[in-house]
Nanobody, 125 residues
Framework: VQLQASGGGLVQAGGSLRLSCAAS????????MGWFRRAPGKEREFVAA????????LCADSVKGRFTISRDIANDTVYLQMNTPKPEDTAVYYC???????????????????WGQGTLVTVSS
């Protein structure tokens, strides 16, 4: 069971970036998935989540309208499309699996069990 996050890097404010999270050993169609981030010197915070069915998503207010979560069932991959990022979006981004089978989307990290290793996103001004 493994989550592999990728796609991070340096991006200019106002640009775009897409993060990927490849899940091996755990189909994304049976559990909800989420993205979280931790900025330097700050606590980990929720970014976005998608339900096990794919028909429900939840985004943090700070990224709403700019970031979009989606998934590819065939490849067991979850994405985070980051449009018009801001310098304050600079952080290590983590993907995670919702603990309960077919549970609704939720924002709190304690409701997630498997975590990826993180990918660093740096937004320059």
């Amino acid at each position: 069971v493994q989550l592999q996050a990728s796609g991070g890097g340096l991006v200019q404010a106002g640009g775009s970036l897409r993060l990927s999270c490849a899940a091996s050993g755990l189909p994304v169609s049976s559990h909800g998935m989420g993205w979280f981030r931790r900025a330097p010197g700050k606590e980990r915070e929720f970014v976005a989540a998608i339900s096990w069915s794919g028909d429900s998503t939840l985004c943090a207010d700070s990224v709403k309208g700019r970031f979009t979560i989606s998934r590819d069932i065939a490849n067991d991959t979850v994405y985070l499309q980051m449009n018009t990022p801001k310098p304050e979006d600079t952080a290590v981004y983590y993907c995670a699996r919702r603990r309960l089978y077919r549970a609704p989307v939720y924002y709190h990290p304690s409701f997630y069990d498997y975590w990826g290793q993180g990918t660093l996103v740096t937004v320059s001004s």
